[in-house]
């Protein structure tokens, strides 16, 4: 099979233009790095050539070992005699930064013998605004074919097909030699820098609008406000506009469970599809329409052009904790949930600073956390007034523990970014501001809906499994007659003495370990221990029950504080180790933060009991 | 007068001269790939208040830098 290489600055089009010639669904946004792995698949109108997606790079002399590895990608594909002709993507609206790569790119292809066709994109745009482009004559002064198309609007895609076939076609691939085969990369910036000036548009028109739209949302007054509503649209679209769509997959597995359960012929049948399947298939279902919804919106906000800024806003206040402006999508995201906020950590350029942000994404507050928060306040802190009725204690209480999350990840950034300089995967900020565009809708319904299922079956296989065996060990050798002699109770009364220096019983010790699959199991588990039907629903009466259990303030302070740092989270654990390519980062955080939340819980522990008596 | 390109206030242009040594050799070169070659106009389109990163204009393209790299990109203002 012949094998065609697609590659291009930043945020020039290659993805929406692989998109579209292969039928496939890249994620394209308005945002430089969206692209981080290599992709291919068939031309949809010639299937026996296959287009290969490559990342986005300003040039062909890497700055950072990630970039090195794209490189290195490249130049192994021209001696691939696979390969029968290279791609070259530029954005004819911003010629110099692409031009230099182009004729990096022309001259290597040169030297390995390689057609490249250079493809002047988003033509459309320089039409709306009426500029000329001298297409011929930028072609003769490359020494490579160039071919105006628009990915969006589907201008000159006919031609380039057209080209391309031939191409693939020709028998004799060797290329006469080119007048840049011998050029040294000093000569070529040079070179790229006097075509950009001689072929591209005049004056500033072009970036008039984006400027005059900057002054806005980039004003300290305009900008801070617009900022702060975003962020607050955000939060609340997340929370109002997923609940109905969770409430519904809840009620339509519990219709369904019902349903089906009576109907299997053996009591462990029964059991086992209720508690074991449909409870583990709940709990990562349950996600997946915050993580639809998170990922649109940041979809928005990418491809609208806003995340630029936002990121331009955050920077320096990140910058003191080690991180960049880029983190601060995923971090808001992980407020929501860790999975969306991995996912957005993609188009963080620095490598040292991608890392430093999925060390601060499972510290963030994430909803999970939120029943497990209000149950524990609700049992332990007075629900009493202060400031007539202006601040309440339990609010009070709330907040407090999202922000000791949120404190707890900025610290660890902080200190590890401290602690090792790291010169060689880190890359200072610099952002090519994207021109502000109106976002397509589908293309972001449609990444949505593949990260969603994404999220579904790598994440959803290792769930099912995790709660499969946590119900035999809770179900066996009594069949489910009570949870304090199954396995699972033997086990919590082995590690008992683990608990106790935070003053809490087996019960809530087999409550903590079945919430390593994920948090909000800790409700549901207690219910089943205190002999509480549908807890998650109801959670007074298994309120009333801690309360009467006796167990003291000091354990359910230090409670939340293990639930605020410890990282237990299976699904957050599965992408994780998926997206950083590496296990060894998901069981190093699961390790450092479990001991970390133990170690402070018992503090937290010893220190109210002080403080109390 | 020569002056570091952070000092740039929004709506000034500079002539870029060079760059001084603190810069990393591949962040120069990078720099110099993205257009800020010297002798290169660069206009200064907006600096947001609290030490946000600034964000300069150069031959049709808008990029942000910060003040870990900007400062080391030395101008001349133009009159
Ligand atoms: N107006 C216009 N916009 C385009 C055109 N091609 C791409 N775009 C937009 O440009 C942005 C970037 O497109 P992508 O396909 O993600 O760019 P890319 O080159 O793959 O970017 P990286 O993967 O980050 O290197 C998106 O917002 C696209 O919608 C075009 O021909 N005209
Ligand atoms: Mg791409």
New interface residues.
Partial sequence: MSKIVLVGSPNSGKSLLFNRLTGLQQKVANFPGITVDVASGKLAHAPDLELVDYPGT??L?P?SGEEQVAVAQFTASLDDPNVSQVLCVIDV?????SL??TLQVIRECARHGKPVIVIGNMIDVLHRHAIEFDTAGLAVALGAPLLPISARSGEGLDTLLETVRENAGRQDNSIDGNQWSDTPDVLL?GTA?QL??QF??RG?I??RT??RL??FF???GT?GLIFFSIMFLLFQSIFTWSAPVMDAIEAGLGALSNWVVPALPHQIMRDFTADAIFSGIGAFLVFVPQIFVLTVIIGILEDSGYM?RAA??C??PL?IFGLT?KSFIPMLSGVACAIPGIYAARSIDSPRKRLLTYLAIPLMPCSARLPVYTLLIAAFIPNTTALGGLIGLQGLAMFLTYFFGLFCGLLVTGLVSRMSED?FTDV??????PPYRMPSWKPLLRNAWNRSKHFVTKAGAIILAVTVVIWILGYFPNYGASLGDSWLGTFGHIVEPLFAPLGLDWRYGVAIMTSFLAREVFVGTLGTMFGIEGAEENMVPLVDSIQVSGLSIASGVALLVFFAIALMCVSTMAILSRESRSNVLALKLFAAYGIAAYILAVLTYQLVSLLAS | MTQSLWALRAGESARITGYDNALAESYRIRLMELGFHVNEEVTCVQSPSLGAPKVFRVSNTVFSLDDEVASHILVEPSA
Avoid: N
Wanted: glycine share 8%.
């Fill in positions: 300003y040039s002399q700055i609206t911003r010629l110099e930064k230099y790569f910036r820098h950009a000036r591209g548009p500033d072009l970036v984006q400027s900057d002054s980039l004003h300290t900008g630029a331009l806003i920077h320096r910058r402006g010169r200072p900020f610099v952002l090519e501001m």
